[in-house]
């Protein structure tokens, strides 16, 4: 099965695993906890401290909840590109045909074009952001890891 190419996501260890979770599940507690008080408040507050509280209590849950587990699922995608990579990677190069400026976001990068090749795999193109670097100029070599199997890709 061949699918169209995907550069992995930034790889994370295990300790920044663990502390990215910790922080996610922390952004999914203050809705809950917001609406358990609006239940559970005794003695009973006034009807708009109620209902602020169970308003805020939803958007919270909504908001924290929805971002908790988008962040969840980010750093798993990583350790499981990571863990992939590694077990059925292998060594490529990656050459640089094109690039282009790239504003996206606070840092600017370069935007490259790039021929991934190596054994077990079809050559394919691949579109990827680095930080500016002097030596990346069209033409260059770029050691990459690459995943037969789906063309899951890493410049390492």
């Known amino acids: 099965m061949t699918s169209a190419p995907r550069e992995a996501e930034a790889r994370i260890g295990p300790v920044g695993a663990l502390l990215s979770r910790l922080l996610f599940l922390a952004i999914c507690l203050p809705g809950p906890v917001l609406l358990a008080a609006a239940a559970t408040l005794d003695p009973p507050r006034s009807s708009a401290d109620f209902w602020g509280l169970l ?80 030596a990346l100029v069209p033409g260059a070599v770029l050691a990459a890891v690459v995943d037969p199997a789906d063309h899951l890709f890493a410049i390492i």
């Not at 282009?100 to 976001?105: E, I, P, V």
């Open 55 to 134: 308003a805020g209590g939803v958007l919270s849950t909504v908001v924290g909840v929805g971002f908790g587990v988008f962040g969840w699922r980010l750093v798993g995608r990583s350790r499981r590109d990571a863990r992939r990579l590694s077990a059925a990677g292998v060594a490529a190069t990656a050459e640089i045909l094109a690039m282009a400026n790239y504003l996206g976001g606070e840092d600017p990068g370069l935007s490259l074009h790039l021929r991934v090749s190596g054994p077990g795999f079809a050559t394919f193109e691949a579109d990827t952001i680095r930080a500016v670097d002097p």
